[in-house]
């Protein structure tokens, strides 16, 4: 089955204690994506990136870190988390096509982050 | 002015009854144009995508896009108590280009039985 996996679904830290999200897909993807997702403000992008070794930032980076060592994985790094980046978190993952053509994203069920 | 707009809602609609949901964008250079929709507290789920101006239909589901009026809009047929949820519409390319979506706030529908 398609799919992109996130792990963990849920998790509650405290300030300052450094944790990761992976994000996992089997489609052969290139392009894969972060987002946060908030009350009133939407879904809003962290980081993507375009293939192998090659990220960049989206529209609300700080704080967060992210690698792409191999295709089918994009962790998301929160090296010292605040309150403020308690939220709904999205990992995505489409194809790119010639052209600068991008396919349908396909999304991670979500990990729900609290940091007390 | 947002980069996507949509009307939050609450759309409410009897069951059966066509719900007809509609976004607009701001940047001219858009080339793809997603509806997903959301349940509380789950990951949006695609339910069309367009890429040219007109209609695309897909079960009970059609997309129009109209590029130079920079709208897209979202029809669904017989709407049933399942479809309640909140749909976005998402936007990609335009100038940058770096394969971000562009999400509205979405739009919450409610069906009533």
């Known amino acids: 089955e398609a799919q992109v996996t996130q792990n963990p679904r849920y998790l509650i830290t405290v300030t300052g204690k450094k944790l990761t999200v992976t994000c996992s897909q089997n489609m052969n993807h290139e392009y894969m994506s972060w987002y946060r997702q908030d009350p009133g403000l939407g879904l809003r992008q962290i980081y993507y990136s375009m293939n192998v070794e090659v990220t960049d930032k989206g529209d609300v980076p700080e704080g967060y870190k992210v690698s792409r060592k191999e295709k089918r994985n994009f962790p998301l790094i929160l090296e010292s988390p605040s309150p403020n980046q308690t939220s709904l978190y999205f990992c995505?993952?489409?194809?790119?096509?010639?052209?600068?053509?991008?396919?349908?994203?396909?999304f991670g069920d979500g990990t729900r982050l609290s940091i007390l | 002015q947002k980069e996507v707009e949509q009307n939050s809602g609450p759309l409410s609609v009897p069951e059966g009854a066509i719900a007809s949901l509609n976004c607009t964008y701001s940047?001219?250079?858009?080339?793809?144009f997603f509806w997903y929709r959301q349940y509380s507290g789950k990951s949006p789920e695609l339910i069309m995508f367009i890429y040219s101006n007109g209609d695309k239909e897909d079960g009970r589901f059609t997309a129009q896009l109209n590029k130079a009026s920079q709208y897209v809009s979202l029809l669904i047929r017989d709407s049933q108590p399942s479809d309640s949820a909140t749909y976005l519409c998402a936007v990609r390319g335009g100038m940058s280009n770096t394969g971000k979506l562009i999400f509205g706030q979405g739009t919450t529908l409610q069906v009533k039985p």
């Open positions: 940047d001219r250079g858009s080339q793809s």
């Open positions: 995505a993952s489409s194809f790119t096509g010639d052209g600068g053509f991008f396919g349908p994203q396909h």
